[in-house]
Each structure stands twice: as structure tokens, then as C-alpha cells.
């Protein structure tokens, strides 16, 4: 039996960086979560991944499952819900403005 699709983001890191990174719907990377395009269909899902994955600057860009949330897309794993959050120390990154925390 197959599974229902699930709406998705496409996630990856920014190759120079490091940074967790998702794709918009105007086809820009952002760090931040809330901008990622949510993704409802299966076949748009997997053509965004091809078209992320072509673009220079990123690297290991997937397809990670999400829920629409009142500010935009929010994580419906702990793996995407830790990964948003930046490094897991505070010293750099995202986490270096405590707000994100």
C-alpha cells in the first residue's frame, strides 16, 4: 500500500557556509524556515528538488516533510526541528542571536 504524500520543503546546506538553507517559491535560498516554499504536490515536490539540486552553492539539497503553520512552514520531524534551529553551540551561527532558541 503506498503512502499518502505529505507536503514537503526543500532543504539543504549552503555549500560555502555550512548553513541549513530552503528554497522559496521566487527560487531564492533562505535561513530561515518560515520563507520556505510548502510544497503540496508530489510531482511539483520532486521537479523543485531537481531544479534545487542543479543550482551552484548548495549541497545535499532533500526533500524534508513539513506542516503549514501560522508563519509559514514549521518541521514535522525533530531531525528538520533541530537542524532550523542552527549549531548546537551558541558561540556562532544562528543561535548566536538567542532569539532563535
Known amino acids: 500500500m503506498t ?6 520543503i526543500v532543504t539543504a546546506n549552503a555549500l560555502l557556509e555550512g548553513d541549513v538553507i530552503y528554497l522559496t517559491a521566487d527560487d531564492r535560498w533562505s535561513r530561515n524556515l518560515s520563507e520556505a ?4 504536490d508530489e510531482a511539483v515536490a520532486q521537479l523543485r528538488l ?5 543550482q551552484g552553492g548548495v549541497v545535499g539539497a532533500y526533500l524534508a516533510d513539513a506542516i503549514a503553520g ?3 512552514p514549521k518541521p514535522a520531524h525533530f531531525r528538520e526541528a533541530f537542524r532550523a534551529k542552527g549549531p548546537s553551540n551558541y ?3 544562528k543561535q548566536e542571536d538567542r532569539k532563535h532558541v
Do not use: N, V, W, Y
Open 50 to 54: 531537481l531544479d534545487a539540486e542543479r
Open 37 to 40: 516554499e510548502l510544497i503540496d
Open 3 to 8: 503512502r499518502a504524500f505529505t507536503p514537503k
Open 70 to 72: 501560522s508563519r509559514g
Open 91 to 93: 558561540a556562532h551561527g
